[in-house]
C-alpha cells in the first residue's frame, strides 16, 4: 500500500545501523509517467521506511510516503498555423498526501509465510478549492501463503475504506 504506483527516476538510500536499517527516498524527475488532466504537474515525492532488526525469518518495516504537486499545469494546443502552443490547463487540480504504514513478514518454516500490512492515508486532492476537506483513509491486507505438499495455497484477506488513497498516484 504504500508505493509510488507509477515508476519515477529517483534516489533511494538506506544505511544499516544496530537499531535496524533505515532508508529515504526522493525522485529525481518529478514528471509522472502516463496520462489525465494532472499529468502535467511536477510532483514531488519522498518517503521513509525503518526495518526492525530481526532474525531472517522475520521483517518488520515501518514507512512513509509523502507526495506533493507543484508548479502550475499545462497542457498543448495549437495555434491557426498548427503551431504547438504550451498554456496554463484550467482543469488540472494541485493536491498532496501521506500514506504510512507497517508490514510484517513472518517465514512460517520452509514453506509457509504470512504477511500482513496496515496503512492509513491522508489526501486533498483540490487544494485549490477552499471546501475541500482532507480525507483519511486506511487498508489493511492479510494473508498465508504456502506448499502443503505439491499444491500450493494462498489464502488472503483485505480491508480497504472508501477514502484511503496513495498520494503518488
Request: hydrophobic fraction near 40%.
Amino acid at each position: 500500500y504504500v508505493t509510488a504506483a507509477t515508476p519515477r527516476q529517483g534516489i533511494e538510500a538506506m544505511a544499516t545501523t544496530p537499531v535496524g536499517k533505515l532508508g529515504f527516498y526522493t525522485n529525481t524527475n518529478d514528471q509522472a509517467l502516463g496520462g489525465g488532466a494532472g499529468i502535467t504537474f511536477h510532483q514531488r515525492l519522498m518517503g521513509a521506511s525503518w526495518q526492525a532488526p530481526l532474525p531472517e525469518w522475520a521483517v518488520f518495516r515501518l514507512m512513509w510516503l509523502g507526495a506533493r504537486d507543484i508548479g502550475a499545469p499545462t497542457t498543448v494546443e495549437y495555434d491557426s498555423m498548427g503551431n504547438p502552443i504550451i498554456v496554463p490547463n484550467p482543469v488540472a487540480a494541485k493536491s498532496r498526501g501521506d500514506v504510512y504504514g507497517g508490514l510484517l513478514n513472518v517465514h512460517l518454516g520452509k514453506k509457509w509465510h504470512w504477511s500482513s500490512e496496515y496503512a492509513w492515508s491522508y489526501d486533498n486532492a483540490n487544494l485549490s478549492d477552499p471546501t475541500s476537506r482532507t480525507l483519511f483513509g486506511r487498508a489493511w491486507r492479510s494473508g498465508i501463503s504456502g506448499n502443503p505438499g505439491k499444491a500450493a495455497l494462498s489464502v488472503a484477506f483485505r480491508d480497504v475504506s472508501a477514502n484511503f488513497g496513495n498520494p503518488a498516484n
